[in-house]
C-alpha cells in the first residue's frame, strides 16, 4: 500500500567541475564487461555475510549456498558476471534467511522480493518550492511499476538547496524508472492518493512555477525554435547548463571561423542557467555551429553543435510555431507556404506521426496553417515537417524544416 502521502575526453574537465552539484557514487560505476550486475538491499536481521545461489547461468552456475557478494559501503551487496546476460538466483545469508526464486536480466535492484531494473545514468530532479512550504524540501520516489518499490520511508530523501534561491536539486542513481512525490512533510505534489510524477534515468524533471516537464539531462541542452534563419535577420537559440558547470562560452563554425552572437540574454533559474544567443548570418547555406566553452583560459568543445540552414527567403519550405513554451492541452499553431500539389506531415522525433486537429488557410499571405494540441510533456519536443504530393500521398520527402516546443503540465 501506498503512503499516504504519496545525454568524452574533451568534457572531462567540465564533468569535473559540475561534480559540486551532482556527486557520482562508486557504486554507479560500471565497466563494458558486466553483463549481469546485481545490487541487493539486505533487509533488517540477515546476517552480514551474503550469498547468491545462480542457475540457469550456464557456467555460472552454483551450489547452494552460492558465491559471496560483495559488500558495498551504503551496505547494498552486489553480483557481477561478465559471461551471462540473465540468470534465476536466491540470495540467502546462510543462516536460514533467503529471498524467493528471482530472475535478473542485466543491471537490477532487488529489494523485498522483487527486482527493478537500474541504469548507469541518473535522474535529476529540480524543484522551485512553492511559498508556503518550509524548506524542508525533499523527494520521495519508488519503482514505476505494480511493486511501487521506495527504498526511503516517507517523506523521502531531503533535497539540496541551490545557493541563493528557493530551488532545490537531487540526484538519484539507483532506480531508472521512478515516479516522483516532492514534499515538506505537510504539503506535497502529486497530492495524496495521486500517483508520482514518472522520469526515467538519463532524463531530468523540472518543477516551477506551479508546472512541470522532463528533458534528457546533458551538460549542454540546445533549443532553436526553427532551424533556418533568414539572411541579415536575429536567429536565437537558447542553452541551458547545470549552474556550477556554466561556463563562459564561445562559437565557430565547421572551418573554425569564428561566429559571435549579436546579443545575449541571461538568465538562472532553478539550478539552471538559461541563456538566449542572437546571431545574424549574413552568407546563405548550411551551418554547423559548434559550442565550445572557456575555463582557465583555454577554449575547449563541449562536444554540442548546432545546424541552422541559412536562406535568403523563405522559399517554398518553412515552417513557423506561434508557440515556444505550452500546457498539456493547449493549442498552438504550424504555419507554412501553401501548394495546390503538395499537402505536409509531421513527425516526432521518434517518427510518430503527430496529427493536426485542423486545417485553415490565410489567403492573404498563401499560407496554410496547420492546428495542433499539445499532448506530451517534455521539453525540446522537435516536430519535423514532411511533404508530400496529393497526387501520391505515400511517397514523402522531409523539407530539412522542424520547430521546437517545450510542453509542460500544469500542477493540479
Not at 78 to 93: E, H, L, P, Q, R
Not at 139 to 157: F, H, I, M, Q, S
Not at 160 to 187: C, P, Q, S, W
Not at 206 to 224: C, H, M
Request: proline share 3%; charged share 20%; aromatic share 14%.
Amino acid at each position: 500500500m501506498r503512503k499516504k502521502f504519496k545525454s568524452i575526453i574533451c568534457l572531462v574537465l567540465a564533468m569535473v567541475m559540475m561534480s559540486s552539484l551532482f556527486v557520482v557514487s562508486a557504486s554507479a560505476a560500471n565497466t563494458e564487461e558486466e553483463n549481469v550486475r546485481i545490487v541487493f538491499h539486505k533487509p533488517d536481521g540477515w546476517g552480514d555475510n551474503l550469498y547468491i545461489h545462480l542457475w540457469n547461468a550456464g557456467s555460472e552456475d552454483t551450489q547452494w549456498p552460492g558465491v559471496a557478494m560483495t559488500k558495498n559501503s551504503d551496505g547494498t551487496y552486489t553480483y557481477t558476471s561478465s559471461s551471462i546476460t540473465s540468470c534465476n538466483f536466491v540470495v540467502n545469508d546462510g543462516n536460514g534467511n533467503q529471498t524467493a526464486d528471482l530472475y535478473a536480466e542485466g543491471y537490477v535492484g532487488v529489494k523485498d522480493n522483487c527486482v527493478f531494473d537500474m541504469s548507469d545514468e541518473d535522474v535529476y530532479l529540480f524543484f522551485e518550492k512553492p511559498a508556503n512550504w518550509s524548506s524542508d524540501v525533499r523527494a520521495y520516489y519508488y519503482t514505476n511499476d505494480n511493486n511501487e518499490v521506495a527504498l526511503t520511508d516517507w517523506p523521502g530523501v531531503a533535497m539540496h538547496k541551490n545557493y541563493g534561491e528557493d530551488t532545490y536539486y537531487l540526484r538519484i542513481d539507483d532506480m531508472a524508472d521512478i515516479r516522483v512525490i516532492f514534499t515538506d512533510g505537510n504539503n506535497q505534489y502529486p497530492s495524496a492518493n495521486q500517483p508520482g510524477i514518472p522520469v526515467t534515468a538519463g532524463n531530468e524533471l523540472i518543477y516551477q512555477d506551479g508546472k512541470y516537464t522532463t528533458a534528457e539531462n546533458i551538460w549542454v541542452t540546445v533549443k532553436e525554435p526553427v532551424n533556418y534563419a533568414l539572411v541579415g535577420e536575429e536567429f536565437k537559440v537558447t542553452i541551458s547548463m547545470n549552474i556550477g558547470s556554466d561556463f563562459p562560452l564561445v562559437f565557430d563554425d565547421e572551418n573554425g571561423n569564428s561566429v559571435n552572437p549579436t546579443r545575449v540574454v541571461e538568465n538562472e533559474y532553478n539550478g539552471k542557467s538559461v541563456r538566449d544567443y542572437y546571431f545574424v548570418f549574413n552568407e546563405t547555406g548550411d551551418k554547423t555551429i559548434k559550442i565550445n566553452y572557456i575555463y582557465a583560459s583555454s577554449c575547449t568543445y563541449t562536444g554540442t553543435d548546432f545546424d541552422v540552414s541559412v536562406i535568403s527567403s523563405k522559399g517554398q519550405y518553412y515552417v513557423d510555431c506561434d508557440k515556444e513554451t505550452l500546457s498539456v492541452g493547449e493549442t498552438f499553431t504550424l504555419t507554412s507556404n501553401s501548394h495546390g500539389e503538395i499537402g505536409y506531415r509531421f513527425y516526432d522525433e521518434d517518427g510518430n506521426l503527430i496529427n493536426y486537429d485542423s486545417i485553415s488557410y490565410n489567403y492573404e499571405t498563401g499560407e496554410s496553417l496547420y492546428h495542433f494540441t499539445a499532448n506530451k510533456i517534455g521539453k525540446g519536443q522537435k516536430i519535423y515537417m514532411y511533404s508530400h504530393y496529393y497526387h501520391n500521398p505515400g511517397y514523402e520527402t522531409y523539407t530539412g524544416r522542424y520547430v521546437t516546443i517545450d510542453v509542460w503540465q500544469n500542477a493540479i
